[in-house]
């Protein structure tokens, strides 16, 4: 997932939870119990607030443009958020991928097993996962590749530049593939003396 999509996401999910809060904290203030606890500064709502009284309701009941009005509002803010959830879903990880030709697929899933067999066949790394995410026009790898204690990052990821990543792509073309690598290292063992 990109940092834009992320930092949108994150953001819309912080302005839910503020506006859900905020509205949880005035209606609870309104229960003695709750009201009785909290301190004297902060504002609350009475117990015998009335939110619509007969007038309110009476003036809005003469105007007759609010019902489709509020009714198309809440439609279309429907209808954003099963757009904005079915585009989580679509970007997860896709399944098969089409080769140009009716019926041809290639298993995305046979594709990060072999990245991933040959990116274990590079020198200095001990171990290697691939995750293939995004959508099917546009691919990620996460690559994670854990180093041999003598093996050398420059090299391990030229080779894999050279190599792995560059027959992935020419394997997913005319998909756009980028790769992600994380690069750890295996811990030596100490050794016992006895």
């Known amino acids: 997932m990109g940092r834009v999509r992320s930092g949108t996401n994150r953001s819309t999910l912080f302005c839910a939870a503020v506006v859900l809060l905020g509205a949880a904290a005035v209606l609870a203030s309104a229960a003695a119990p709750v009201r009785e606890r909290l301190p004297s500064a902060l504002p609350r709502v009475g117990a015998d607030r009335v939110w619509l009284d007969d007038e ?18 809440l439609a279309v803010g429907t209808v954003l958020f099963l757009c904005w959830a079915g585009a989580q879903i679509r970007t997860g990880r896709p399944r098969e991928l089409p080769l140009g030709q009716p019926g041809v697929t290639l298993s995305a899933k046979a594709l990060a097993s072999v990245m991933a067999d040959r990116a274990r066949a590079v020198d200095g790394v001990a171990r290697a996962h691939v995750r293939l995410l995004g959508r099917p026009r546009r691919l990620r790898a996460r690559i994670t590749l ?48 006895h």
Not at 57 to 68: A, I, M, N, T
Not at 156 to 168: P, Y
């Open 56 to 73: 309110v309701l009476g003036r809005w009941r003469d105007h007759g443009w609010w019902p489709p009005v509020v009714i198309a509002a």
């Open 146 to 193: 854990v180093l041999e204690p003598g093996g050398s990052p420059e090299a391990v990821l030229r080779e894999l530049a050279e190599g792995t990543i560059a027959e992935a792509r020419a394997a997913a073309a005319p998909r756009v593939l980028e790769a992600d690598v994380r690069l750890t290292t295996r811990a030596r063992r100490a050794r016992r003396t």
